[in-house]
């Protein structure tokens, strides 16, 4: 009997990526994807799959939300997180297997390899449990999150205060990150940065750039309904039209 696998992602080329991988394996069926929480625990109290990839923040919820709200029993869970270290402890803490995006074949093979085996064992009286404890702690430290960025340096590693950026802008496959006194490249996307920072004080005005609104000076009408955005540096950015609308609303403008 094949291992029936969901595949809950909101980026479409992570769920096209799992699912062309697990083609080759001929030992699981994916019975279906989804793109939201509310998608995946319907689908999951529906379709009761025997094993998940689950990707840990949603647009409209996060992982451990979905966890929670389903009334089935837990499936078999591989966790996939583009940047979020404390949830990366409590992974191998309670012993979770997790895929860290961008992550390689290889890798995601071994994950797939040791759930099957899990599976195949009927290996999962502890999962409930362990699902838990781990929720527990996720939701004890939410309280506490992380307020630090850390920026690999070739043999080092250091660590920007979040409210310390004024703002980040895309360049090729790195994004910039603007603190008053330095400028830091990070190997990373505007939009797994997102997810980390807190929306009350950071804002995506454009493709290419986020910024802090505790650093902006003023606004600026620049002709034919533009607007852009002049931060306390003087440096200028504009609004595109697709992020304006969200944007004014954000600022009660």
């Given at each position: 009997?094949?291992?029936?696998?969901?595949i809950?992602?909101d980026e479409?080329?992570a769920?096209?990526?799992?699912?062309?991988?697990l083609?080759?394996?001929?030992?699981?069926?994916?019975?279906?994807?989804?793109k939201?929480?509310?998608?995946?625990?319907l689908?999951?109290?529906?379709?009761?799959p025997n094993?998940?990839?689950?990707?840990?923040?949603l647009?409209?919820?996060?992982g451990f939300?979905?966890l929670?709200?389903?009334?089935?029993?837990?499936p078999?869970?591989i966790?996939?997180?583009?940047?979020?270290?404390?949830?990366?402890?409590?992974?191998?803490f309670?012993?979770?297997d997790?895929?860290?995006?961008p992550?390689?074949?290889?890798?995601?093979y071994l994950?797939v390899?040791?759930a099957i085996?899990?599976?195949?064992?009927?290996?999962t009286?502890?999962l409930?449990?362990k699902?838990?404890?781990?929720?527990?702690?996720i939701?004890?430290?939410?309280?506490n999150?992380?307020?630090?960025?850390?920026?690999?340096?070739?043999?080092?590693?250091?660590?920007?205060?979040?409210?310390d950026?004024?703002?980040?802008?895309?360049s090729?496959y790195?994004?910039?990150?603007y603190t008053?006194?330095?400028?830091?490249?990070?190997r990373e996307?505007?939009?797994?940065?997102?997810?980390?920072?807190?929306?009350?004080?950071f804002i995506?005005?454009?493709?290419?750039?986020?910024?802090?609104v505790d650093f902006?000076?003023e606004?600026?009408?620049?002709?034919?309904?533009?607007?852009?955005?002049?931060?306390?540096?003087?440096?200028?950015?504009k609004?595109?039209?697709?992020?304006?609308k969200?944007f004014?609303?954000?600022?009660g403008?």
């Amino acid at each position: 009997m094949k291992i029936s696998a969901l595949i809950i992602d909101d980026e479409p080329l992570a769920r096209n990526l799992i699912n062309n991988l697990l083609r080759t394996e001929s030992a699981i069926d994916v019975v279906g994807t989804c793109k939201t929480g509310k998608e995946a625990i319907l689908m999951i109290d529906t379709l009761k799959p025997n094993l998940i990839f689950l990707d840990i923040k949603l647009k409209d919820m996060n992982g451990f939300d979905i966890l929670e709200r389903i009334s089935v029993k837990t499936p078999m869970i591989i966790f996939v997180t583009a940047f979020d270290s404390y949830a990366l402890k409590a992974f191998n803490f309670f012993a979770f297997d997790y895929l860290l995006k961008p992550f390689n074949e290889e890798r995601f093979y071994l994950s797939v390899n040791k759930a099957i085996e899990a599976l195949n064992k009927k290996d999962t009286s502890q999962l409930q449990k362990k699902v838990n404890n781990l929720m527990h702690y996720i939701r004890v430290a939410d309280k506490n999150p992380t307020k630090k960025l850390p920026i690999p340096l070739r043999n080092r590693t250091i660590f920007i205060p979040l409210n310390d950026i004024m703002y980040i802008t895309a360049s090729n496959y790195y994004a910039e990150i603007y603190t008053e006194n330095k400028k830091y490249l990070l190997r990373e996307s505007l939009q797994n940065l997102l997810k980390i920072l807190n929306p009350e004080y950071f804002i995506r005005i454009h493709r290419s750039t986020i910024i802090n609104v505790d650093f902006m000076k003023e606004l600026i009408n620049s002709g034919y309904g533009a607007i852009d955005v002049k931060m306390k540096d003087s440096n200028q950015f504009k609004i595109s039209k697709s992020y304006k609308k969200d944007f004014l609303i954000k600022m009660g403008v």
